[in-house]
């Protein structure tokens, strides 16, 4: 059971806009430490998608936002693509751990 | 360009050490704010951080496999090796080593390029 809290799904339709959600709670994303996106496809390795709440490594799409507020945080992506589904999990540091930490994962689904 | 390889075995029996390499290229080890780390993801499961090291050899670990890990470097090598010990089945997972993106906050790491990972299993 992760300290950071993903629903374990959701979906949408291509050129839809879908948001995923990361909550966490006082030891983590409350206390202000940033939040980290990666997206997974499956057989491959994480991807870094947003880093630091809401920027974006290069040849990442603007189409991926992130943003934070107190202890949730999320990841919205709009114009929805078949190459969108994946797995996407969040990520922070949690001081009551002292850990590096991950959400539970989301796997997003394009109808 | 910078890439990470994991290497290592693929079986370990219960109660053995683990001992995996990361042979990186691309960066070194020995430049200010450089860090790699390892990474695991059970089968079907979220990745799981376990350990990180630094340019300064700083070494934090996850706290509840402290006891177990230990991370150390080779810079003229470029490699990065992660030993656990006593292995379960429990352990059986896809080990990755990655790249920490040097703009992070600390101690709040983002890791920006992951190796293509290597599948360990535990079982007798």
């Known amino acids: 059971q992760s300290v950071l809290t993903q629903p374990p799904s959701v979906s949408g339709a291509p050129g839809q806009r879908v948001t995923i959600s990361c909550t966490g709670g006082?030891?983590?994303?409350?206390?202000?430490?940033?939040v980290h996106w990666y997206q997974q496809v499956p057989g491959t390795a994480p991807k870094l998608l947003i880093y630091a709440i809401n920027d974006r490594p290069s040849g990442v799409p603007d189409r991926f936002s992130g943003s934070k507020s107190g202890a949730s945080a999320s990841l919205a992506i709009s114009g929805l693509q078949a190459e969108d589904e994946a797995e996407y999990y969040c990520q922070s540091y949690d001081s009551y751990l002292r850990s590096r930490v991950f959400g539970g994962g989301t796997k997003l689904t394009v109808l | 360009q910078i890439t990470l390889k994991e290497s290592g075995p693929t079986l370990v029996k219960p109660t053995q050490t683990l001992t995996l390499t990361c042979t990186f290229s691309?960066?070194?080890?020995?430049?200010?704010?450089?860090?790699v780390g390892w990474i695991r993801q059970s089968p079907g499961k979220a990745p799981e951080w376990l350990a990180l090291?630094?340019?300064?050899?700083?070494?934090p670990y996850s706290a509840s496999l402290k006891s177990r890990l230990t991370i150390t470097k080779d810079t003229s090598k470029n490699q990065v090796v992660l030993t656990m010990t006593n292995m379960d089945p429990v352990d059986t997972a896809t080990y990755y080593c990655a790249h920490r993106r040097l703009d992070s906050g600390w101690p709040n790491d983002a890791f920006d390029v992951w190796g293509q990972g290597t599948m360990v299993t535990v079982s007798s």
């Open positions: 090291i630094y340019w300064d050899d700083d070494k």
């Open positions: 691309g960066f070194s080890l020995t430049t200010r704010g450089v860090g």
């Open positions: 006082s030891s983590n994303l409350g206390a202000g430490y940033d």
